[in-house]
């Protein structure tokens, strides 16, 4: 993976875009919550991968001016192309350039059958991460010596979001894209 893009992995659970504001407020997984222990309340991570669709937004507790964009399906590798306003995510391909290709080819393609995945409502850039993570504990190193969470910035104005997404298996490569359009703005991403 090249290109000077910032590709975010998962630990194995879905990816999420909390909005920077409100990343104090996400706790990710809990020795509290469902997946980890025997609690009957759900903590954030718990609540993501409840998330079935290529993408879902859900809210961040304690903010009710903001909400989280969850990149469900599966915990692909990620990273985010401003220009377009998406993510595309690594499914299957041999180089980041083949998959930026293939992710091109379907923001450009007047029929590519897009899913909408609801509204997304951020007061301004976030932050593309693992949904385990504490968004506290994004830029710590971890107690292995292993690096830090990853993460990448996702610069975008305060708005309302038209979230929509695309998934390609079969045909060689393998690529899921999910866009956001500002709402009431019918204008497609041209090029990547």
Not at 20 to 38: K, N, P, Q, R
Not at 40 to 63: F, K, N, T
Request: glycine residues 10%.
């Amino acid at each position: 993976m090249s290109l000077g893009l910032t590709w975010v992995r998962s630990m194995g659970g879905p990816l999420i875009v909390v909005p920077v504001s409100a990343l104090l407020c996400w706790g990710g997984c809990t020795e509290d919550g469902m997946i980890i222990s025997d609690g009957d309340q759900p903590d954030d991570y718990d609540r993501a991968c409840e998330v079935e669709g290529l993408a879902e937004v859900i809210s961040v507790r304690g903010r009710s001016d903001v909400s989280a964009l969850v990149l469900g399906d599966e915990p692909a590798t990620t990273c985010y192309l401003p220009e377009q306003r998406a993510f595309v995510r690594w499914l299957a391909a041999d180089s980041d350039a083949e998959l930026l290709a293939a992710a091109e080819a379907a923001l450009n393609d007047p029929v590519t059958p897009w899913e909408e995945c609801g509204l997304w409502e951020t007061d301004g850039s976030a932050v593309l991460m693992d949904s385990v993570e504490a968004g506290k504990d994004l830029g710590t190193p971890y107690p292995d010596g292993r690096g830090e969470p990853d993460q990448a910035p996702v610069h975008l104005p305060a708005g309302r979001w038209r979230v929509r997404a695309f998934h390609r298996t079969g045909d060689f490569p393998w690529v899921s894209v999910v866009q956001l359009l500002l709402q009431g703005d019918g204008q497609l991403a041209t090029a990547l």
